[in-house]
């Protein structure tokens, strides 16, 4: 199943699980699809440096001027960075959670009509460097202010990489938890229903 | 018109004046030739004058004249002759005549004159019958006066008349007072000063004392007026006696005095209540009150009634007032001045005060008498549910009128209803057991007769078919004689007293029996342990027979290292009496045989306090000590068992608990022991253990379970249970011995090691693979040339370090690990943390 920007219409914070391999494909696509449709998007990523995110984007033909990154790995791995850029914020490493709450109080608030939608990019990295007990409140942290603002929200995650108390708990923060089944699978799903 | 009666001897001569007195019809004329017949006419009629010659042949005109008057016949009189005669005239006159008229003249002016004559005479009679009239009506008023009336000349003050009222007031007859001076009878103060004729004054009315003949004198109110009597002045002096009137006054003063004093000195205050305040209040009332009486009669009298009956005794009084229906008597509350609370009893009535209505009331101080009244209905009620709670009945035989009275209770311990008694002796007698009453009777006759007390006991024939056992009591009240009036007595029911009487006989009987037969040895020994008494049974246990060991020590039924020990107990306990708790020794059989007897004893005392002996039993425990020393050593076991080991009989009473059961499941040996094993089973785990404990109970061996059980807090515990039967001597099974262990710790582990394992599996697996799935896609990108060595070596980076946050992670699991579970062997826990 593919994401639909439509999903956010009735499902305002929506739970992305998908294969480790295919979490980039993943996230461009659904960055893609936002974008398209009227979002602006702001984008923590624990994964990708904000570099790489926007060349990424740009050969997807993304819009860029719907992007914000709040980017986490940039300057912990000693990468170059860009003074004042207005595009991006850099994080000091994927562990500070109080400064990427920060990046996303400071961005969260809509313009009138403006559609926005926070996406991040990925749980299953961020718990590589916080416990899942501090992940899952900063979770509830998080939806609670985009409902408070009517913000739409994405969080990416490994398919199966959440152990089921962290899981049951992202699942009482979100409204709707969708599986990103990859090409092949679905390729392969077909065949056998065909057969039959 | 006027009727004239003519008296003549000559006929002509009568004619002739009848012509001339009638001619102008104002005189009737009748006409009489002679005295006598004159006076016949005179006794039937009446005229108004007679008119007479006075030379008649038998009669003169003056002996007609004084026969007339002589018969009290006052008509006026006129004599009318020829005769001149000076005498004649002078007689005629004297006799009561009018007029003496001489004919010698012209007749013409001798009728005229006549005439004249006639008119006078009657108009003078008639005016002195109107004086003699006003003067008769005068007196009698005068004299029908209550009030005394004394005329008194104004100029001399002589009284000159006095009516007999006066004369009655003053005690004399009217010649003891007329002539007379008023300031001798009446007023002596005022002589020249006389307020009418001295002072001017027309009208004097004053108080006066009035001189009696007898000396005395008496109150009058006196009026004096002077007035004009005929052609005199004269004082008319009217005086009323006031002796009744100032009598009825002192007697209403007296009257006032008596009942002043008598409101003052009564014992009950009396209060008048008008428009809401008082208007007269007594002493009483001042003390009752603690109020003063000025401000008692200026206070509205509610304030003084206590607030709970103040709205009742208020809407009695409007009611009273206004002429409705409330009680004239009842018992209400005052709040005097001190606060205190005063009970009273008032009698009210409506009286009229100042024209208005208002009430009269009494009050009575009734304090006391409430406090009387309460105490002895709190006797009454104290006697009543004495007499109830112990179920005593009271009767009272009237021996004058043969009657019986029973009380609620008589009634209810007889079964019997007030109707079908009918206070008869006979249904008493009735009710009796018929085996006792023959001999109730002539104990209650014997009381009566003075002979014995009635106190007894008897058998009742309720009319439910129960038969109850009485106790009776009575007394006998006789008058001076010595003749019995009465007689009061009380029975109860000492059925149930008569059951334990029988019980306690039986029971004697029963320990009598158990003493014997018991294979305990039971003893009584002195003060010194000198056996009194032995049961048979020692006979079995030492080969003694009882007389054998009575009368001697019982430390010489003792082996010789255990005598002293045994002898010094005893002496220790004289004076200080203490129970002898299971006293172990050694003692010689009467075979040489040594046995272990187990004795105990509890000291005993005569009435008066002091220690008579010991009441003891002893017994063999020989076998016993022997398998003691196994039973210490598995008792020890279970007791320092961390497993809770609990054993219970097979209706699932708790017979055993263990310290280790203390600690898991919370409660102490004390509060589990005897009670059912089952409270600390969770509902939902009792069907499945009763299965399992049946099949134990068969005999069936049953592998442990792991279960809960709920601990006293209300908390869950797990445990590891293992079940097995306990059995008597004969092999029976008769329990069941359940052995826990403590799963908490073991589960706490399991647990640590579940987020372990799954935090590792979190934290480290996934990393791994995303770690390895970005470096496949870097990978790709390199292959594809589509990447700068700058992004290049960035995203390497980042996943070095992602590779180093693993490391870090993973070392800090193996901290917790190693430092959180000290099962871990120290050589790992050393391993782990490097």
Known sequence: MRFSADTLNDNRIVLLLADSRKLKQTNTAVISELTRNGYNVLIVSVTLPNIVVRRTYEAAEIDLAKIYVVDAVTRYSDGPTVPNDPHCKYISNPGNLTDIGIAITEWIKPLPGEKKCLFVDDISTMLLYSPSITISKFIHFITNKLRLFDVAGVFLAVEKGLDPALFSQISTFTDLIQTIEDDEKQKALKENLSAD | MLSVLLVDDDPALLEIARTHLAKNKEMGVDTAQSAAEALEKLNVVTYDVVVSDYDMPITTGIEFLKTLRSSGNLTPFIIFTGKGQEQVAMDAINNG???????????????????????????????????????ERLRKLLYSLPSGVLVIDAETHIIVQANPAALLMMGANEQDITGNSCFELVCPAEESQCPITDLGQKFESSERLLLRNDGTSIPVLISVARITLGNRQVLVETFTDLSAQKETEHELQKSREKYRHLIEQSNEAIVVAQDGVLRLANNKAVE????????????????????????MVVDHYNERVKGGEAPSRYIFRLQPKDGSTRWVELSVSVIDWDRQPATLNFLTDITDRKRTEETLLQLTDRLSLATRAGGVGIWEQDLIKNT??????????????????????????????????????????????????????FRILRPDGKTRSIRALALVQRDISGKPLRMVGTNWDITGQKKVERELHESRENYRTMVEEIHDMIWLSDTKGLLKYVSPRSTTLLGYQPEEMIGHLFSEFISLEDTKSVHNIFEKNFNEPEELHLIETHSLRKDGRIIILESSAVPYYAKNGTLVGYRGVSRDITEIKKSGELQSLLAAIVTSSDDAIVGEDSHHMVTTWNLGAERIYGYSREEMVGTDSYRIVPEVEKDALHNIIDRVLQGEPVEHFNTFRVKKDGSLVEISMSLSPILDDHGHIIGIAKIARDLTKQRETEKALLAYISETAMRLKIPVELIGGRLSEIQKQVLAGDVTPEELHLQLQIQVRNTEQIVSNLRELNMAISTGFSTIPEAYQDYLKR
């Open chain 2, 97 to 135: 005549a009018d007029f003496y008229l001489i004919r010698a003249g012209d007749p013409k002016h001798e009728f005229i004159d006549l005439t004249h004559k006639i008119r006078k005479s009657v108009k003078q009679r008639r005016a002195e019958i109107e004086i003699r009239e006003s003067e």
């Open chain 2, 288 to 311: 009752f009150t603690g109020y003063s009486e000025q401000e008692l009669l200026s206070m509205p009298f509610p304030v003084l009634i206590h607030p709970d009956d103040r709205a």
């Open chain 2, 404 to 457: 019986l009275t029973w009380d609620d209770q008589m009634f209810s311990l007889y079964g019997i209803t007030r109707e079908v008694f009918g206070g008869a002796y006979e249904t008493w007698q009735g009710a009796i057991h018929p085996d006792d009453r023959q001999r109730c009777d002539a104990e209650h006759q014997r009381a009566l007769r003075g002979e014995t007390n009635y106190n007894t006991e």
